[in-house]
Nanobody, 123 residues
Framework: QVQLVESGGGSVQAGGSLRLSCAVY????????MGWFRQAPGKEREGVAV???????TYTDSVKGRFTISQGNAKSFLYLQMDSLKPEDTAMYYC?????????????????WGQGTQVTVSS
């Protein structure tokens, strides 16, 4: 069984930065994609950034140049560095793992979800 535990969320003013972490517990053998997703109140969950085991990294257009996804050694951690934050980045952020390789943050067959960490950006 895989468990994903996010941390690092919080409240920040526009223009600020946050670094989200996702600790991976259990074997993720067979999971070829990991990523970050977010859901704002009243909106559908959307993909933010994904990283495939072949090294491919893809971001949704709204965060390109501001967010950076990365993995720790042995892929036991997944990170999301968020810079130049905007109020529209306010959402619950989720870590996820999927078996298929992924090249589009909004086309991912997620098998495991974390519980989420809240990010609030004030203007």
């Amino acid at each position: 069984q895989v468990q994903l535990v996010e941390s690092g969320g919080g409240s920040v003013q526009a223009g600020g930065s946050l670094r989200l972490s996702c600790a991976v517990y259990g074997s993720i053998y067979g999971m070829n994609c990991m990523g970050w997703f977010r859901q704002a109140p009243g909106k559908e969950r959307e993909g933010v950034a994904v990283i495939s085991n072949d090294g491919a990294i893809t971001y949704t257009d709204s965060v390109k140049g501001r967010f950076t996804i990365s993995q720790g050694n042995a892929k036991s951690f997944l990170y999301l560095q968020m810079d130049s934050l905007k109020p529209e980045d306010t959402a619950m952020y989720y870590c996820a793992a999927a078996p298929r390789y992924c090249y589009n943050p909004n086309v991912v067959n997620v098998k495991y979800w974390g519980q989420g960490t809240q990010v609030t950006v004030s203007s």
